[in-house]
């Protein structure tokens, strides 16, 4: 029997290109062992097949994610127990062969190869849609002029960027332009790599790669504390958890901004959700901003490292 959603999730259009998604996403590579134990292909498909009952739709996978497409393939699979046609699936320049689907909703380039003019990659991703294989084209962490060059030749309709009250660059120039040219916003690393759920506060790291993070460690790792703490002393006020305000403080910075946090746990799906019912005020939204002002936070936010990481493990043999 189908679970039902305590929480209706709302469902928008993702950019000016029609694609519509949920209004929360689901970011599966941490099913795969980014920055934990990777789960059995059975247990990865359990957790899908969890959110996409209680509202999910939108899942966001790469080649990248897991040793020898670990993460496409169990992706794969799950959609195989699912309404494809009520998915939208996105991934990064990987194959439909891995995931063993006709088409992919949203194909992103995963990060801009400066080597090749966007122009030249943008050209065979046009011819990707005209052959059926992807509906939409998106890109991920990309500069305003790459972004304006790339929309010039074919539109954009969704750019991935790490967004989060921790990191918060693209709110000055990427964001503007985006809601300029139409093009919708999927908000990476939503809680700060698990920053606002506990890790490395509440919660060990144990062997996790985010150890080795500069925000996760040392002298910055004692500084970001002091922020957790003064989050978690506003979340009483608004009878929810520490992660449901940091993830309810994203959703209302505007509907066309799709954070897509990840989980290997159930009961953090269902938190996760519950940030929907957290109705905040402009007062309310200073006040959690001003609780973690970006001026304070220790260390930078390293996007290379975790795609190296992921590339690393992408092309590390298994034993």
């Not at 990248?64 to 309404?83: C, D, F, T």
């Not at 990427?174 to 698990?194: D, F, T």
């Not at 506990?198 to 062997?207: I, R």
């Not at 994203?250 to 946090?261: E, M």
Request: proline share 5%; charged share 25%.
């Amino acid at each position: 029997m189908e679970k039902k959603p305590h929480i209706q999730i709302p469902r928008v259009r993702l950019g000016n290109e029609g694609l519509e998604v949920s209004r929360l996403g689901f970011g599966c590579g941490g099913l795969s062992g980014i920055l934990n134990a990777p789960l059995s292909h059975e247990a990865g498909c359990s957790v899908v097949k969890d959110a996409f009952y209680r509202g999910i739709t939108f899942f966001d996978t790469a080649n990248v994610y897991g040793q020898n497409h670990h993460n496409e393939i169990m992706i794969g699979k799950a959609l195989k127990q699912l309404p494809r046609e009520r998915i939208q699936l996105a991934t990064k320049f990987a194959s439909l062969k891995c995931l063993d689907v006709d088409y992919i909703d949203l194909y992103y380039q995963h990060r801009v190869d400066i080597s090749v003019p966007i122009e030249d990659t943008m050209e065979e991703l046009k011819k990707l849609v005209e052959e059926g294989k992807i509906k939409y084209i998106g890109l991920s962490e990309a500069s305003v002029d790459t972004i304006k060059r790339a929309h010039a030749v074919h539109p954009i309709t969704a750019l991935q960027m790490e967004y989060s009250l921790w990191t918060r660059d693209i709110e000055d120039e990427i964001i503007p332009l985006c809601r300029e040219l139409g093009i919708g916003i999927v908000a990476y690393s939503p809680l700060g790599h698990g920053f606002f759920d506990g890790k490395a506060v509440v919660e060990s790291l144990n062997e996790s790669f985010l150890a080795n993070h500069p925000r996760f460690n040392g002298e910055n790792l004692e500084k970001n504390k002091l922020l957790y703490a003064r989050l978690a002393n506003l979340a009483p006020k608004h009878s929810c958890t520490p992660p449901q305000l940091a993830l309810a403080w994203l959703l209302h910075q505007g509907d066309d901004i799709i954070p897509i946090p990840g989980t290997t746990k159930v009961q953090n799906l269902e938190n996760n959700i519950g940030s929907f019912a957290l109705k905040l005020t402009p007062e309310d939204l200073k006040e959690i901003c001003d609780a973690v002002p970006i001026s304070e936070v220790a260390g930078e936010r390293e996007m290379a490292l975790l795609a190296q990481y992921s590339w690393k493990v992408a092309n590390t043999p298994s034993k």
